[in-house]
């Protein structure tokens, strides 16, 4: 198993440019989620999905968006990127998204908005 | 307001030496209270996950202590080794369903030969 994917490993754009981080996981979990990681902080959670079709917002969505065609992928669309989205972005995965079960990591994406 | 709180902020300690990290939450209603170990360029891996009635709970050389009485919880690293330096999250869990986990701001440990 792979486990948990991410592309790109690190991206640079331009304020008002859009792109998509993409995420893929081959452990058949329901429950995927987007997280983004800034210096000091906590991560947030910035969206999750419980299952193929399903998705919601998490703490920070603005300015984002997330679909779920298949159990496997989760894309995270930034609409018109700005220098606040500047951040490493994780993508998780845990079999049902339960409160006990084990999250899984990506590697990141490190984004860097000028 | 539901906040986990670590401390220190980075650590500095010699290899072969132990170490005990802090976290204080006030995350409710409680579900379950997790550390992870996150590599320097890497994403957090789970080192171990308590809940509430549980008081301990070792995964090698890393031990966890939980008192949900006064919300706090340790995570003690015995015998250090030079693959320790890395951050150490603490995540509180909520019992909701969704957005149900409270990140720390990790401690930075750096372990010197």
Known sequence: ?114 | KNQVEQSPQSLIILEGKNCTLQCNYTVSPFSNLRWYKQDTGRGPVSLTIMTFSENTKSNGRYTATLDADTKQSSLHITASQLSDSASYICVVSRLRAGNMLTFGGGTRLMVKP
Not at chain 1, 3 to 20: A, C, E, I, N, R
Not at chain 1, 75 to 80: N, V
Request: hydrophobic residues 30%; charged residues 15%.
């Open chain 1, 1 to 114: 198993n792979a486990g948990v994917t991410q592309t790109p490993k690190f991206q640079v754009l331009k304020t008002g440019q859009s792109m998509t981080l993409q995420c893929a996981q081959d452990m058949n979990h329901e429950y995927m989620s987007w997280y983004r990681q800034d210096p000091g902080m906590g991560l947030r959670l910035i969206h999750y999905s419980v299952g193929a079709g399903i998705t919601d917002q998490g703490e920070v969505p603005n300015g984002y968006n997330v679909s779920r065609s298949t159990t496997e992928d989760f894309p995270l669309r930034l609409l018109s990127a700005a220098p606040s989205q500047t951040s490493v972005y994780f993508c998780a995965s845990s079999q049902h998204g339960t409160s006990t079960d084990t999250q899984y990591f990506g590697p990141g994406t490190r984004l860097t908005v000028l």
